[in-house]
């Protein structure tokens, strides 16, 4: 069936930019969750929705970044007034149920790159 | 921060066992033991998790000491696609965020 997917794969953009990041989960699935990944490190949490609402998002860097879930179903990812050190490979994940047992399927995520 | 602590690389031969290590010596007891890997260019994909028993499937095995500060995880015949990042994670039950280290890096050589 169809997992996770994410658009762009890749988004280049300048300095001082602004930028969407989509994430299609998998069908029925009503958490999902944002993590971003710099080189050479692990998936850092940045939050996540059950339903429509953000139940955590305690990860977020910062107040230029934000995400909605309007319909408990795709998400958005917007970063404000982008900076270099926000390119990382963002990715998105869903799970069934939130808890034990209802583990994270991740997308192949959006390489973002600020110039 | 990750409260695991792994390797940050191992080699293992084509068609042998991989064992890939783990440190959790603050597990508290609500806490599980969640193994992803990742491979290049690709998002982590879930590969096995427990509690305090030791868990198989079709995957891999999972054998937690009883104390639980440690585990390892076992790919009990290693091929070249399972050359990837592997990560082992402390995962409260009602606590769903995960807390990536840096993990190990495993090299399948043929």
């Known amino acids: 069936g169809a997992g996770v997917s994410q658009t762009p794969s890749n988004k280049v953009t300048e300095k001082g930019k602004y930028v969407e990041l989509r994430c299609d989960p998998i069908s029925g699935h009503t958490a999902l969750y944002w993590y971003r990944q710099s080189l050479g490190q692990g998936p850092e949490f940045l939050i996540y929705f059950q339903g429509t609402g953000a139940a955590d998002d305690s990860g977020l860097p910062n107040d230029r970044f934000f995400a909605v879930r309007p319909e408990g179903s795709v998400s958005t990812l917007k970063i404000q007034r982008t900076e270099r050190g926000d390119s990382a490979v963002y990715l998105c994940a869903s799970s069934l149920y939130v808890g034990e047992g209802y583990e994270q399927y991740f997308g192949p995520g959006t390489r973002l790159t600020v110039t | 921060d990750a409260k695991t602590t792994q390797p940050p690389s191992m080699d293992c031969a084509e068609g042998r066992a991989a064992n890939l290590p783990c440190n959790h010596s603050t597990i508290s007891g609500n806490e599980y033991v969640y193994w992803y890997r990742q491979i290049h260019s690709q998002g982590p994909q879930y590969i096995i998790h427990g509690l305090k028993n030791n868990e198989t499937n079709e995957m891999a095995s999972l054998i937690i000491t009883e104390d639980r500060k440690s585990s390892t995880l076992i790919l009990p015949h290693a091929t070249l696609r399972d050359t990837a990042v592997y990560y082992c994670?402390?995962?409260?039950?009602?606590?769903?965020?995960?807390?990536f280290g840096k993990g190990t890096r495993l090299s399948v050589i043929a």
């Open positions: 994670i402390e995962l409260n039950s009602g606590n769903t965020p995960l807390v």
